[in-house]
T-cell receptor, first 114, second 118 residues
Framework: AQSVSQHNHHVILSEAASLELGCNYS??????LFWYVQYPGQHLQLLLK??????LVKGIKGFEAEFIKSKFSFNLRKPSVQWSDTAEYFC????????????FGTGTRLTIIP | GAGVSQTPSNKVTEKGKYVELRCDPI?????LYWYRQSLGQGPEFLIY????????DSGLPNDRFFAVRPEGSVSTLKIQRTERGDSAVYLC????????????????FGPGTRLTVL
């Protein structure tokens, strides 16, 4: 079975700092990769997704992620964070056509200091 | 348009009681998923419906958990003889359900139901 690891449990940054959140998965076959975000008091929302093609994926709010197949990684990046990026970030993977059940990592809590 | 809605938003019950949690998916979405999120963890898959049938219930932890979707729209997650370990946020998600080939569906999540078993 597939699994997802997010090694950064809590990240604290100042505004305008650059961000990189790690995500590694374990699965030998084809994967589809996602980053979801949960802002305080809100429900999970999709930030970006990778299915195929260009391994550098751009999402909403200036976020991007790069799929590196050889490293089984899908790290999330943003060049300059804002206070409004304070949230919980979840990496997730699906492996099957016809059943897109998501396997999530444990999440990374991001706190941006104004 | 309206997103996924879940009721109730909070449910407090006593150990041993029966509870029902409801999910209203986005109109027209044929795929519906239930997840459970415990404190400090990511959501964990419970069950997946394609239309009225449960296509994959491999994530249900035991036979106290059951879910239905009789008309292919609203779904109810039912938990019998609740235990304190069932306390979590139960999330529902829906997607258009046109999976396969080059098309993969985004899952849209509801706000969740926070279940507390005393």
């Amino acid at each position: 079975a597939q699994s997802v690891s997010q090694h950064n449990h809590h990240v604290i940054l100042s505004e305008a700092a650059s961000l990189e959140l790690g995500c590694n998965y374990s699965y030998g076959g084809t994967v589809n990769l996602f980053w979801y975000v949960q802002y305080p008091g809100q429900h999970l929302q999709l930030l970006l997704k990778y299915f195929s093609g260009d391994p550098l994926v751009k999402g909403i709010k200036g976020f991007e992620a790069e799929f590196i197949k050889s490293k089984f990684s899908f790290n999330l990046r943003k060049p300059s964070v804002q206070w409004s990026d304070t949230a919980e970030y979840f990496c997730a993977v699906t492996t099957n056509f016809g059943n897109e059940k998501l396997t999530f990592g444990t999440g990374t809590r991001l706190t941006i200091i104004p | 348009g309206a997103g996924v809605s879940q009721t109730p938003s909070n449910k407090v019950t006593e150990k041993g009681k029966y509870v029902e949690l409801r999910c209203d998916p986005i109109s027209g979405h044929t795929a519906l998923y239930w997840y459970r999120q415990s404190l400090g963890q990511g959501p964990e898959f419970l069950i997946y419906f394609q239309g009225t049938g449960a296509a994959d219930d491999s994530g249900l932890p035991n036979d106290r958990f059951f879910a239905v979707r009789p008309e292919g729209s609203v779904s109810t997650l039912k938990i019998q003889r609740t235990e304190r370990g069932d306390s979590a946020v139960y999330l529902c998600a829906s997607s258009p359900g046109t999976s396969g080939g080059d098309l993969h569906d985004t899952q849209y999540f509801g706000p969740g139901t926070r279940l507390t078993v005393l």
